[in-house]
Structure formats: structure tokens, C-alpha cells
């Protein structure tokens, strides 16, 4: 792999920098909505309650969020591999300095496992903070190669096995989140608003987060195998032109 031109670290860092700025306003709404409702710590009792219309501006709010970490995505990059790879540092960088900034805003969370609601769509998602901390890792150095790094033109079904373990391992993923909203479901709206998890299914998650980094190995593994190649290359362009000097 060769190192793509220093333009491309350059949209990477504006990215990453957009992202911050983007968490630090995500911070910024949340302790706003938590502050008037009560639940600057979201794990106590009745944690989603039914206050005005939040809940009809609040679901169209995430989703738009989503939108806006795409689309930075889709202007930095040049291809769709580049563009996706930007999107998912954005959104690993949104999500980390998400918690950093709350954290300096209100003083929570208390520990990377403490409790929080992570989505609402479409039930909520229960997790510790560190849950969707190391997902967001695994975005940012996936996103990073496939956005700095070029690799030798292959077909892109190469890599298809790598891509259906991290789909599983998202499956699995969504599942330990919403597992609890999901018991609940056939009891109606207001049970899954009302309940809370007793339990992190840490064995099952860990599983989906090993499935999730199978890219992650993948293109560390051709990085290496191209880096190695390219060193080979070199040597023997070397010995090749100190062969040619001593027969002249």
C-alpha cells in the first residue's frame, strides 16, 4: 500500500475536527433535554418520559444526525470506499467526544460502565458507555486505513467473507442492545419506555464486537502484505542495480 498524498491526511483531520464540533453539539442538546426532564443519568426509573412532543422532534432529530455524518463523508472522499471510510471516522469521533464533553458539561458518566440509552429508533438501545466506545474505535482505524492508505486494484467481492461476520456481529450487536425493549414489546409502548436492563449480556457482545473487527483485520492484514511486498521490491531493485554497476 502506498501512502496516499498529504491531502488526504488533511480531510481526514478536517473531518475528524467537524466531528468533535458535532459532538460537542450533540453534548450540548442532551444535557439540555435531560436537564428538563430529570435525567441528566438516564438509568433510574420511568427514564423516557412522556414530556410535550419531544419524542416526535427527538426521533427525526437522531436520524438527521445520522444524515449529517454521512454527508461529510460523501464530500471528502472521491470514491465510495473513501467516502464511506470518512463517514464511519465521523461517526466513531462524534460518538467518543460525545461522552468526553458530556463528561465535562455535567459530570457523567461516572465510569465507562455506567448505563445510557444509546439510540431510540427504532426502541432503545441500552448499553455501558463503553459498549458503543469500542465500536466507535474499531470505525475510526477501519476508516482511517480505507481512507489513507491505497491498495492494489482487486475485485470487490475479495473481501465479502470479512463483511458477512462484521454484518453478524452487527445483528448480534443490535440484538444485546435492544434485547430488553424487545422482552418488553408485547406489553405495549409504555413497557418499553419504562424498562430498564438488569443485566449486559458482556459474553454475547464481545462475540458481535470480534465479528464486527473481521474488516478491521482484514485490511491491517493487507496493509502489512503490501508493505512487506513493496519492501521485497525494493531489495531487489537494489541488489539488481549493485549487480548491473559491478558487471559494468
Known amino acids: 500500500m502506498k501512502i496516499s498524498e498529504k491531502q488526504n491526511w488533511n480531510r481526514w483531520l478536517i473531518v475528524v475536527i467537524y466531528a468533535m464540533a458535532m459532538a460537542w453539539v450533540e453534548s450540548a442538546v442532551v444535557f439540555y433535554l435531560r436537564s428538563m426532564i430529570d435525567r441528566i443519568e438516564p438509568y433510574q426509573p420511568n427514564p423516557l418520559p412522556i414530556i410535550g412532543g419531544f419524542a416526535s422532534v427527538e426521533l427525526p432529530r ?3 444526525t445520522m444524515v ?4 461529510v463523508g460523501c464530500l471528502a472522499g472521491k470514491t465510495w470506499r473513501a ?5 464511519v471516522v465521523a461517526f466513531g469521533v462524534w460518538d467518543i467526544f460525545y461522552y468526553v464533553f458530556l463528561k465535562i458539561i ?3 458518566p461516572h465510569s465507562l460502565l ?8 427504532p426502541m432503545p438501545w441500552w448499553g455501558p458507555v463503553i ?4 465500536i466507535s474505535l474499531l470505525m475510526i482505524l477501519w476508516g ?14 475479495s473481501n465479502w467473507r470479512a463483511w458477512i461476520l462484521n454484518f453478524a456481529g452487527v445483528v448480534l450487536a443490535l440484538y444485546v442492545f435492544m434485547s430488553d425493549a424487545i422482552s418488553v414489546s408485547l406489553r405495549g409502548l409504555d413497557a418499553i419506555r419504562t424498562a430498564l436492563p438488569e443485566k449486559f449480556n458482556w459474553p454475547l457482545f464481545n462475540f458481535a464486537l470480534l465479528l464486527m473487527a473481521a474488516p478491521v483485520f482484514q485490511i491491517v492484514r493487507q496493509f502489512l502484505r503490501q508493505k512487506q511486498q513493496m519492501r521485497s521490491e525494493a531489495v531487489a531493485t537494489k541488489v539488481f542495480s549493485c549487480v548491473s554497476n559491478l558487471e559494468n
Open 114 to 121: 455506567d448505563w445510557d440509552i444509546l439510540f431510540l429508533l
Open 106 to 108: 455535567c459530570d457523567w
Open 68 to 71: 449529517m455524518l454521512f454527508a
Open 131 to 134: 459498549a458503543p466506545v469500542l
Open 144 to 157: 482511517t486505513f480505507a481512507t489513507q492508505f491505497e491498495r492494489d486494484p482487486i475485485s470487490p467481492l
Open 83 to 87: 467516502r464511506i471510510g470518512y463517514a
Open 62 to 64: 437522531e436520524f438527521a
